[in-house]
């Protein structure tokens, strides 16, 4: 089992930035992907990005391309949302999640959430 906690959600201003991070602790960290997804309020919880255990694959949401980049650091157990050029529509609960790809995952974090206003 995997635990994950995040950290770096708030409140920022169209066009801004924002960095989210996520612990994991549980297992041998390398050795599985990691990724992110978003609830807004109403609607389904969507992946935004994934990364796969090398860091050497990932995956982006259509919305997301170009404005988010995910990463990891093995050595410090942790994975990384850089988020540029952020929109209203961003506004959610950021979840990390571990051991899975595409739209199924066994481990997930609390959540963090991410408001930006226009």
């Known amino acids: 089992q995997v635990q994950l906690v995040e950290s770096g959600g708030g409140l920022v201003q169209a066009g801004g930035s924002l960095r989210l991070s996520c612990a994991a602790s549980g297992r041998a960290f390398s050795t599985y992907s990691m990724g992110w997804f978003r609830q807004a309020p109403g609607k389904e919880r969507e992946i935004v990005a994934a990364?796969?255990?090398?860091?050497?694959?990932?995956h982006y949401a259509d919305s997301v391309k170009g404005r988010f980049t995910i990463s990891r650091e093995n050595i410090k157990n942790t994975i990384y949302l850089q988020m540029h050029s952020l929109k209203p529509e961003d506004t959610a609960v950021y979840y990390c999640v571990g051991e899975g790809w595409g739209d199924t995952w066994s481990s997930w974090g609390q959540g963090t959430q991410v408001t930006v206003s226009s």
């Open positions: 990364i796969n255990w090398s860091g050497g694959m990932t």
